[in-house]
């Protein structure tokens, strides 16, 4: 299926590695030239190198911290009017919320929240007057379920969700839709963080973790970084305009519900 993106240009923060490259290498497939960012330069190059490499198409990389004011005005020096924002960033730790003073919530609310809502506002026009325009939030499967010790993850993610859930129903008449995805477990430097985490508090070794948080999943396994990404380019295709304030859970299953 030709998904109708040859020649468009994507935005994809936080995209060196992990989901967000998952997402930058399934569009790069599809012909779409790409900005992306994140603060460590070596893997950021590499990513993009890598990118050119394989689909021929023009990588344009910006170092920086995407949840900084700084971060974002040069994202959007390089690449002002995107056909595709690809809205990402690290996940804030876990943690006990009688540890958390306003500081920490302000962190939290700034990098997964209002980061994505800033970059929106500073493209999402230009989009609507050019008839075309796709944005994907990368959210957490926390958004339907939470989970406790990442409780800043759930609140600052649902108010994400919240937010878009109104705009994506009035851009979508200019042919602009605004999704989120919601990755379950991806084995990904993030979720390799999180066992690291529970192996110091349960002490039990990351591996005994790894095993039977996989085994525990319906698939019997972790999401790969290409399915998440072939999700994400399909809901940026020409073909999906009419997909809208939706929320794609990518977790094998995990999820409990009759309905999604
Ligand atoms: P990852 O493998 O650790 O990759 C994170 C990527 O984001 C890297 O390229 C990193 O590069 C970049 N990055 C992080 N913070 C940044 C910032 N402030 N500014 C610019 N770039 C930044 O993580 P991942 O698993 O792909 O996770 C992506 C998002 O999905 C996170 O928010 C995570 O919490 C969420 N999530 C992941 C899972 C999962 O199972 N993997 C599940 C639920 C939710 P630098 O470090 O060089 O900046």
Redesign the pocket.
């Known amino acids: 299926m030709d998904l109708g993106l040859r020649g468009k240009t994507a935005l994809v923060?936080?995209?060196?590695?992990?989901?967000?490259?998952?997402c930058a290498q399934s569009l790069a497939r599809e012909g779409v030239n790409l900005v992306i960012?994140?603060?460590?330069?070596e893997?950021?190059e590499a990513?993009a190198e890598e990118l050119r490499k394989a689909h021929g198409v023009k990588v344009t990389t910006v170092a920086?911290?995407?949840?900084?004011v700084q971060?974002r005005e040069a994202a959007l020096a390089a690449c002002p009017a995107p056909d595709i924002l690809v809205n990402?960033?690290?996940?804030?730790p876990p943690g006990d919320f009688r540890e958390w003073d306003r500081e920490v919530w302000i962190k939290a609310l700034d990098?997964?929240m209002i980061?994505p809502i800033l970059l929106i506002r500073a493209v999402v026009d230009k989009m609507i007057e050019r008839k075309f325009g796709r944005i994907i939030n990368?959210?957490?499967?926390?958004v339907k379920f939470p989970i406790p010790e990442l409780g800043l993850?759930n609140g600052a993610r649902t108010g994400l969700t919240g937010f878009v859930a109104g705009l994506s129903r009035k851009t979508v008449r200019h042919n602009v839709t605004i999704n989120g995805v919601?990755?379950?477990?991806?084995?990904?430097?993030?979720?390799r963080?999180?066992f690291s985490f529970n192996a110091k508090k349960t002490g039990k070794s990351e591996e005994e973790l790894r095993r039977a948080r996989a085994e525990a999943n319906p698939a019997g396994r972790?999401?790969t970084?290409e399915e998440f990404g072939d999700a994400c380019a399909f809901l940026c295709s020409a073909q999906a305009g009419f997909i809208t304030g939706q929320n794609l859970l990518l977790d094998g299953g995990a999820y409990p519900g009759t309905f999604g």
């Open positions: 923060t936080a995209g060196s590695k992990g989901l967000g490259k998952g960012t994140a603060r460590g330069k893997a950021l990513t920086g911290d995407i949840t900084t971060g990402n960033a690290g996940g804030p990098g997964n980061t990368i959210t957490s499967g926390a993850s919601l990755p379950g477990p991806f084995e990904t430097d993030r979720l963080a999180n972790f999401g970084i």
